[in-house]
C-alpha cells in the first residue's frame, strides 16, 4: 500500500514517465548504432582482407602458412580483389558451408543497413556470407570477401549490451536530476498550496489567512494569485453573511414588537376617526395609510426574516377566482385613485399551486403595480392574463405605468434594495421569486419602460419532487 501511494505521487509517477521515455530514446539511439557498428566492423573486414591481398600480389609466390595467417587475421576465408576490369582470387581457404546472402555496403541505405543488423541479431545459427566494397585508397575497382556472422554477432551482443548499459545508468540519473528539480520547483510549492488552502478552509472568516502570492513560477504565482482572490471574495461574503444573519436577527425582534405597538396604534387611530373635529377627520384617513404601510412593513420583514418557507400544498386551483380575490382586493386598497383593473383569464382555467402561496405571489406583483401607478398621479391599468401552453401555465401582470427605475431593475428580486416604489420594502418581488421557485416554476420581468412594465409567472405543468420544492 505504501508503494501504491508513492506511485501515485506526482513526482513519482514523474520518475517512472522519466525513466520510460529516456529508455525508450535510448532505443532509438541503440537500433542505429548496433547497425553503424555492424558497417565498421564488415569495412575493417574488408580493408584488412584488401592489405592481405596487395601483400599476396607483391609477392610472386606464398607459404601456404603465411596465406592463411592472413585470412585469419582479416577474420574471412578468401579474398576477391577485381583490379583493371580483372577479378582475381587473391586470397583463398575452404569454406565451411554454403553461402547464406550477398552483403552489398557499396549502395547501402540506413534503413537497409539497420534491417541487416536486426537479421543479424536475431539470427543465432553461424551463417557465411559474402561482404562486397568498394577498396579503400583507390586500391582496385571491388573487393569480394567471404565470412562466418558468427563473430560478427557476438561483437555485436557485446556492443549491444555496453550501450543498453550505459543507457540504463544514463537514464536512472537522469530520472534522478529531473525527479529532485521537480520535486523542488514543482511538488513543494503545490503542496504548500494544498496546506495552504486547507489552513484557510479551518476559518475562512479570519483574513490573516489568505495567502499572499510568492511564488517564482509565472504558473503557480497566477495559481497564488487567483486563490488569494477567491479567497478574499469569501471572506468577504462570509462577514456580510454573518452581518446580514445578525442585523435579520436584530430586525426581525425589533419587527416583532413594533408590529404590535403599531397594530394598537391603528385600532386608536380607527376610535379617532369617529371624531366630529374636521382637522381630525381630515388627517385621520392620512394617519390610517402611513400606520398601515408601517404594519405591512413589518409583516414583510417577519415573513422574509424566517428561515423558509413551508413547502407548497399542491392542489387544482381554479385561477379566475384567485385573480379575483386579488383584484377585489387591492380595488379596496387603490380607494379613490383612478387605477383600473381588467382581468384576461379562461373561466375554467385550472392550475396545480398551492391556492394561499399563489395569492401572495399575484398579490405582490398587482400590489407593486398599483403603487407604481399611483407614485405618477395618473390614470393607469393594470391587467392580469393567463395562458396554458403544453409544458406550463402562465401569469402576466401587466401595467401602464412609468417603468422600474434603474435601481429596481439592477436589483431585481434581491430583499431590501430591488424597492419598485416610493416607500417600499424591496421584500414583494423577493418574496414572490421565492414563492414561485417552491412551485417549481419562476418570475421573469417581460418589459419595462414608459409604457409600463409586465411580469410573468410560470408554472410547470409537470409534478414537481419534494427536493426541488
Not at 255 to 272: C, E, K, Y
Not at 292 to 309: D, I, M, P, Q, S
Not at 373 to 391: K, L, S
Request: glycine fraction near 8%.
Amino acid at each position: 500500500m505504501q508503494g501504491d501511494a508513492r506511485v501515485n505521487t506526482l513526482s513519482g509517477r514523474f520518475l517512472i514517465l522519466t525513466t520510460i521515455f529516456v529508455m525508450m530514446a535510448e532505443i532509438l539511439i541503440f537500433v542505429p548504432s548496433v547497425a553503424r557498428f555492424r558497417e565498421d566492423y564488415l569495412m575493417l573486414r574488408l580493408e584488412r582482407a584488401q592489405i592481405a591481398s596487395l601483400a599476396v600480389l607483391a609477392a610472386d609466390s606464398l607459404d601456404p602458412a603465411l596465406e592463411q595467417e592472413l585470412l585469419d587475421n582479416a577474420g574471412v576465408f578468401n579474398v576477391v580483389l577485381r583490379r583493371d576490369e580483372v577479378s582475381q582470387l587473391a586470397l583463398s581457404s575452404p569454406v565451411p558451408a554454403p553461402l547464406s546472402k550477398t552483403v552489398d555496403l557499396r549502395s547501402a541505405t540506413g534503413p537497409a543497413l539497420i534491417a541487416g543488423a536486426l537479421d543479424t541479431l536475431f539470427t543465432p545459427q553461424n551463417q557465411v556470407i559474402r561482404v562486397i566494397g568498394d577498396p579503400v585508397q583507390e586500391g582496385g575497382l571491388q573487393i569480394e570477401v567471404t565470412m562466418e556472422t558468427g563473430p560478427l554477432r557476438d561483437e555485436m551482443l557485446d556492443y549491444g549490451l555496453r550501450i543498453l548499459l550505459l543507457s540504463a545508468v544514463i537514464s536512472i540519473v537522469t530520472a534522478a536530476l529531473l525527479f529532485f528539480a521537480v520535486r523542488s520547483l514543482l511538488v513543494k510549492p503545490i503542496k504548500g498550496l494544498v496546506g495552504h488552502m486547507a489552513d484557510y478552509a479551518a476559518q475562512p472568516e479570519d483574513s490573516s489567512r489568505i495567502i499572499e502570492p510568492k511564488a517564482n513560477l509565472v504558473e503557480l504565482r497566477e495559481a497564488e494569485t487567483a486563490l488569494q482572490s477567491m479567497e478574499t471574495q469569501l471572506t468577504q461574503a462570509l462577514r456580510q453573511k454573518e452581518r446580514l444573519a445578525q442585523l435579520g436577527g436584530a430586525v426581525a425582534k425589533v419587527s416583532h414588537d413594533l408590529r404590535n405597538i403599531l397594530t394598537s396604534a391603528q385600532l386608536f387611530v380607527d376610535r379617532i376617526g369617529g371624531s366630529e373635529d374636521p382637522l381630525v377627520r381630515r388627517m385621520a384617513p392620512k394617519l390610517v395609510g402611513s400606520i398601515t404601510r408601517a404594519v405591512n412593513l413589518t409583516e414583510a420583514t417577519l415573513a422574509f426574516g424566517r428561515a423558509e418557507e413551508p413547502p407548497p400544498q399542491l392542489g387544482r386551483v381554479r385561477l379566475a377566482q384567485v385573480v379575483g380575490d386579488v383584484i377585489e382586493s387591492e380595488r379596496l386598497a387603490a380607494g379613490d385613485s383612478d387605477v383600473s383593473f381588467s382581468v384576461d383569464v379562461p373561466a375554467g382555467m385550472v392550475v396545480r399551486a398551492d391556492g394561499e402561496q399563489l395569492f401572495r405571489i399575484l398579490l405582490n406583483l398587482v400590489r407593486n403595480a398599483r403603487a407604481a401607478i399611483v407614485a405618477t398621479g395618473e390614470p393607469g391599468e393594470i391587467c392580469v392574463r393567463g395562458t396554458e401552453t403544453e409544458t406550463a401555465w402562465e401569469i402576466a401582470v401587466a401595467d401602464t405605468g412609468p417603468g422600474l427605475p434603474p435601481k429596481a431593475r439592477e436589483h431585481l428580486f434581491q430583499p431590501f434594495q430591488g424597492r419598485v416604489a416610493k416607500g417600499g420594502s424591496g421584500l414583494g418581488l423577493t418574496i414572490a421569486a421565492e414563492l414561485a421557485r417552491g412551485h417549481g416554476g419562476e418570475i421573469a420581468l417581460v418589459r419595462t419602460g414608459p409604457e409600463g412594465t409586465e411580469f410573468r409567472l410560470t408554472l410547470p405543468q409537470s409534478r414537481i419532487s419534494a427536493a426541488a420544492r
